[in-house]
């Protein structure tokens, strides 16, 4: 009945909530799936999750969830048939799903040739300005080797392309700083090979120019293993809205309505939405068009998201296509009704599309939790989640990669969870969302929970009134002064641990009854 | 129990059990406390432990833990308010740690590849 089982033995390249979300889909579908994992996540969800595990080396991701050789050889060791690279790390590597196919394996996820003519969000631009589609108006930033090859090489061997890091630009050494300064200030820099809002910087003074073209390569080399960037006119109240693509290898590409994204801090979302309530059924329309078209320029088979900027003026402006997964495609699925990463075994294995919901029948948000302190710029955060209790209820979803007890590491990104929240209406789910956040218990790491709450509750945001940069220019009121209650809590465990202690207060009464209490800078 | 809460600094003299409808955990000489939607963090009073973002010291301690990924002045450089002394990154992200006033640096603790936890001390400024 089924083509699945071409499949085998699914190999999860990744680690956290998405890999558990790829384990669960396989095991719904019967596939056998193989968690990887790195030194200090041999205790992870995923891993608890699958049905076989291998080790891939040490902490550091370039070392193990970026390494191509120890991916290949973990799969090749577990018997696997297939990949899925969930989100971030190699998904949207053309290099890693060539090898991939090249080792005999089938690559849940669009073709090499497909993802290369779009991973370069530099091509991806030129490419979309040819067949008709608005992109914003940008400039390219010195002076590069095929953009393609480049993208495709540094991904490959980010030993490489440390080596070909070049040196800082000055204002004025050359021809694109006046390219740049003639689009007008505010730009913004951005990784050719970016994605998530990494390594983004928003540049205001010519001055800070070289800076956050060189703290945007950094950034872009860590995570990507490709330092290419470019610039780009900051617009300045648009709604970031994207498009759920998706294509199958019998020449039919469909979208699934649109994702709201507006709401995003540091350059990354926080907060997700289907459908947006700024896109009427014929703005709906003319995206779902210009995103298949965009597909189907490329040839793009599985699942891919098409990004735009969406002016208060209703035009719409090419972002970028991301070829892989998202984290937000929960609230797709809740909105439409389907599992997103069931039907991309499906359409790996080679089966057509089924038929599919034209319009959502609900409406869903999402919200990111992070290991971060919104009190302290967003930072990220690391330690022992010592308490995780997750909410539920009627319309309430959560996608998480943790449990009590784990090490929140910073070698990684510090998504923790996915808190979804359906209702007839966005108002319900809204109300939904914010019942459940206010239930979740995540301690021992200062987390984003009560700044998600207040952000949902903020007039704006009640109202559906959305642009990227809303989020600078709220001020949420402050959580609450602690009540007594909660001196008295901590009177209690403090106190209660020194008495364990027997009085020995000289050191250590307060020490921690973990052992090997998580310390960063001692890994 | 003198105890202070690391995010508005408030002091309180506290004793009693861990009361209905909270939940309480400890880790070292932190009580993290959850109590009807909210996370607090709390510490003895005397606890060496600065209170989160308090004082307003200009702060030239890592405001988390990770990786230097750039020491940009050395030991005797004349900076000014803004200037971007140490980038550090962490979990992908950076974050650049700037002069908080205009003046010298005496010395810089830390080299480019380093490992750092919150709070360790990058920069000492004159």
Request: one cysteine or more; proline letters at 7%; glycine letters at 10%.
């Amino acid at each position: 009945m089924t083509k699945l089982r071409q499949l085998g033995r699914v190999l999860v390249a990744n680690r956290g909530e998405i890999a558990v979300r790829v384990i669960r889909a396989c095991r719904m579908a019967g596939l056998p799936a193989v968690a990887v994992y790195s030194d200090v996540d041999r205790g992870a969800r995923h891993v608890a999750l699958a049905d076989a595990a291998a080790h891939v080396g040490p902490a550091p991701a370039r070392e193990s969830y970026l390494s191509i050789p120890r991916l290949l050889a973990a799969a090749r060791e577990t018997g696997c048939g297939s990949v899925h690279p969930g989100y971030g790390f190699l998904s949207e590597s053309a290099a890693f799903a060539r090898a991939v196919v090249d080792a005999g394996m089938i690559w849940i996820g669009p073709p090499p040739e497909a993802m290369g003519a779009m991973g370069s969000k530099i091509s991806a631009r030129e490419r979309m300005k040819a067949a008709g589609v608005p992109v914003v108006p940008g400039a390219l930033i010195g002076k590069f080797e095929e953009h393609e090859d480049f993208s495709a090489n540094g991904r490959e061997a980010g030993a490489s392309a440390a080596a070909r890091r070049v040196a800082l630009p000055r204002p004025g050494a050359f021809g694109p700083f006046k390219e740049i300064l003639s689009l007008g200030l505010p730009v913004v820099v951005k990784a050719s090979a970016g994605g998530g809002g990494k390594g983004m910087r928003i540049v205001t003074s010519p001055s800070d120019l070289s800076e956050a073209i060189a703290s945007c390569r950094r950034e872009a080399l860590a995570s990507f293993g490709d330092d290419t960037v470019y610039v780009e006119k900051l617009l300045p109240t648009p709604r970031h809205i994207e498009v759920q693509i998706f294509g199958d290898m019998h020449g039919n590409v469909i979208a699934l309505g649109e994702r709201e994204c507006s709401l995003q801090r540091r350059h990354q979302k926080v907060i997700e939405e289907c459908p947006s309530s700024a896109v009427t059924p014929d703005l709906r329309a003319r995206l779902q068009n210009a995103a298949c078209d965009a597909a189907r320029a490329v040839g793009y088979v599985n699942a891919g998201t098409v990004e735009f900027l969406l002016e208060p003026s209703g035009s719409f402006y090419f972002l970028e296509m991301n070829t892989r997964l998202q984290v937000e495609h929960p609230v797709t699925e809740e909105a439409f009704g389907v599992d997103l990463v069931a039907l991309q075994l499906r359409v790996a294995a080679g089966e057509p599309l089924p038929d599919l919901p034209s319009a959502p029948s609900a409406h869903a948000i999402e919200a990111r939790v992070y290991a971060e302190d919104p009190d302290a710029g967003f930072l990220p955060q690391a330690g022992r989640l010592l308490a995780w209790i997750e909410p539920s209820g009627p319309g309430v979803r959560v996608d998480s990669g943790v449990t009590a007890g784990q090490a929140v590491d910073i070698h990684y990104d510090p998504l923790l969870a996915k808190v979804v929240a359906v209702g007839r209406d966005r108002e319900e789910a809204r109300r939904r969302l914010v019942a459940a956040l206010g239930e979740m218990v995540a301690l021992g790491v200062a987390t984003n929970l009560s700044w998600l709450r207040r952000l949902l509750e903020a007039a704006p945001v009640v109202r559906g009134d959305l642009h990227t940069g809303l989020v600078e220019t709220l001020s949420p009121s402050a959580p609450p002064p602690p009540p007594d209650e909660v001196f008295e809590a901590a009177s209690s465990v403090l106190s209660r641990a020194a008495l364990e202690r027997g009085g020995s207060s000289e050191r250590g009464v307060f020490s921690s009854p973990f052992e090997g209490r998580f310390r960063m800078g001692r890994v | 129990m003198r105890l202070r809460d690391l995010r508005t600094g408030e002091e309180r003299e506290a004793a009693g059990d861990v009361p209905p409808g909270a939940t309480a955990v400890r880790d070292g000489d932190v009580a993290w406390v959850w109590f009807r939607g909210e996370t607090y963090r709390l510490s003895p009073a005397r606890s060496r432990r600065a209170a989160h973002g308090g004082e307003g010291t200009p702060s030239l301690e890592a405001p988390m833990p990770g990786r230097i990924a750039a020491v940009r002045v050395a030991s005797g450089a004349s900076v000014s308010k803004g200037d971007v002394l140490v980038v550090l990154e962490a979990m992908k992200m950076e974050h650049a740690v700037r002069a908080p006033k205009d003046g010298a640096v005496e010395r810089v603790l830390v080299s480019e590849g380093q490992m750092v936890g919150l709070g360790d001390v990058l920069v000492e400024m004159a």
